[in-house]
């Protein structure tokens, strides 16, 4: 059974402080930004999900642990173990992991950790359930909370159910986070490549007041022709 010390052992091991700097200016770890604080090793993603798998039988208490490290690259290993035990676990073990995830979100702090798993474990888990928790994580003034509340419907979009980003997106219309305003953009962009009436319909009625970033973001990939008409509009 691996332990934590040898996945900590193994993550030191695969440092590289050159990358860990640039990944410091990337996600805007200075005085009061976004990611103030956060430490990395410089671990690129691909390594890290590598070593999740030779990991996957972490038990949930080291988990937690690594989960509540303060640096980076530790919490997003403990992300990717987790979404391996959520894909190969049966009901109870998904449910024990999307509990396990809600308990946990003030350490999924920064985008890149909440977009590579809340569309894998919280909107996978609600696929077949009632979602009131997205519309109270969307309200939340955590901002990786609503983050999370927007990236975990990419799971319903993928399955052509556009309801929840709707709503989600009216809901956050007026958020001020440039980081909400993006995620919000991109998914309406995804329903886009799905659907796009249901998007050109989302844009007619809210383009006057939605945020340049979200708006730029939705109008993505509609052609050279419509995204004029927007813009001009």
């Known amino acids: 059974m691996p332990t934590l010390a040898q996945l ?22 200075g005085k009061g930004e976004y990611g103030e604080g956060d430490v990395f090793l410089g671990i690129r993603v691909p390594v890290q999900r590598k070593t999740a798998k030779e990991f996957k039988d972490l038990k949930i208490k080291d988990i937690q642990k690594l989960l509540s490290n303060k640096i980076h690259d530790e919490r997003s290993v403990a992300l990717f173990i987790l979404i391996g035990q959520y894909a190969g676990g049966d009901e109870k073990i998904k449910k024990q992991v999307y509990n396990f995830y809600l308990r946990n979100t003030e350490n999924i702090n920064n985008w890149d ?26 309200k939340s003034r955590n901002l990786w ?33 440039d980081l909400i305003h993006k995620a919000v953009g991109w998914m309406l962009r995804e329903v886009g490549k799905k659907d796009e009436k249901i998007l050109e319909k989302f844009l007619d009625k809210h383009y006057r007041v939605m945020p340049r970033t979200m708006f ?18």
């Open 8 to 29: 900590k052992k193994e993550l030191k091991s695969l440092a590289d402080p050159e990358y860990a700097k640039i990944l410091r200016k990337f996600f805007k770890t």
């Open 145 to 177: 909370e609503r983050r999370i509340a927007v990236v975990a419907v990419y799971a319903f979009i993928k399955n052509g159910d556009f309801k929840d980003i709707i709503k989600i997106a009216e809901m956050l219309l007026k958020d001020e986070h």
């Open 216 to 233: 730029r973001y939705s109008i993505e990939k509609l052609n050279n022709e419509k995204r004029k008409f927007y813009l001009v509009k």
């Open 113 to 138: 950790l909440v977009d590579s798993s809340a569309p894998n474990i919280v909107g996978d888990y609600l696929l077949d359930k009632p979602r009131n928790i997205l519309y109270k994580l969307a």
